[in-house]
């Protein structure tokens, strides 16, 4: 199951970075029909205004006014959107790749930016409670379900129970936002995705050091190594102990990037993790 997963993973960004790839072949204007609408992945209907349909595509976000027949960007941005949504309240939601989060709301014509800070992750399901419009659940394209309570401002991983950090870990989570949360996210989620980033096949995106992406397969040694010497694969990430860092200081950083694992990760460390995949 977890192979399966992480096939669909992969195939999933290189899908991003093909449809950037091309996106800049259609015209803002252009009026499409049904044969010739982008694939298609997610539709609803707007109550707020009855008679528009709403689609999420790999190359954006469109709309019909007459009932499918015909189809224009709703959105000017011709990126990928990985899913759209309506609520009890008359609200639209969609996330586009390189955008984050958008919502529409009631009678509203025009899409507004809610969040864009979600890293590596991309929303590809959301649903919301009918008693509270503003408490939020999705399933990201890593299987992980994230919930936000204010609306989709800010978002933890469902049954995430963070423990109190120990001084090392405190130690380190300062660190981590002075030094690290640029590149790799709040909470290590990963660098958000940006044209760049998806089209330029030389750019290497700071990875998610949360249990998402591959740090738990890293040995404390080997992740303490890596931040005093750097990487080799890209100079974005450089060798902190030319930057006055020394090893109490790494070691540190690793205290704290363990504490955003979960059970699952701790146990599977390092070598050990390729019994766990």
């Not at 528009?52 to 224009?72: E, F, P």
């Amino acid at each position: 199951m977890r192979r399966t997963m992480k096939v669909n993973k992969t195939c999933f960004i290189l899908l991003i970075a093909l449809s950037l790839s091309m996106f800049v072949s259609i015209t803002q204007g252009e009026t499409l029909t049904l044969e010739t609408l982008p694939k298609a992945k997610g539709v609803a209907w707007h109550a707020g205004t009855p008679s528009q349909l709403h689609v999420a595509t790999d190359k954006g976000l469109y709309v019909s006014r007459d009932k499918g027949l015909s189809w224009n960007l709703s959105y000017p941005f011709r990126l990928p959107a990985t899913m759209i949504s309506e609520t009890t309240d008359s609200t639209l939601y969609a996330f586009v790749a390189g955008k984050g989060l958008l919502r529409m709301r009631g009678s509203e014509s025009m899409w507004t930016p809610v969040n864009n800070k979600f890293g590596a992750q991309v929303l590809t399901q959301l649903s919301v409670t009918a008693d509270d419009p503003n408490r939020l659940v999705g399933l990201n394209q890593y299987g992980k379900i994230i919930v936000s309570s204010d609306g989709g401002e800010n978002w933890y991983r469902l049954g995430s129970s963070k423990k109190p950090l120990t001084e090392s870990g405190r130690q380190g989570q300062k660190l981590f936002t002075d030094h690290c949360q640029s590149c790799h996210g709040v909470d290590g989620v990963g660098e958000t995705y940006t044209l760049e980033a998806l089209t330029n096949k030389n750019y290497i995106m700071a990875p998610a050091l949360d249990g998402s992406a591959h740090a738990w397969h890293h040995t404390d040694e080997a992740l303490v190594k890596t931040i005093l010497d750097g990487s080799q694969r890209t100079e974005r990430m450089p060798a902190w102990k030319t930057k006055g860092l020394d090893e109490k200081d790494a070691e540190n950083l690793v205290v704290y990037i363990k504490s955003l694992w979960d059970k699952r990760a701790l146990e599977c460390q390092g070598p050990k993790h390729m019994q766990c995949m």
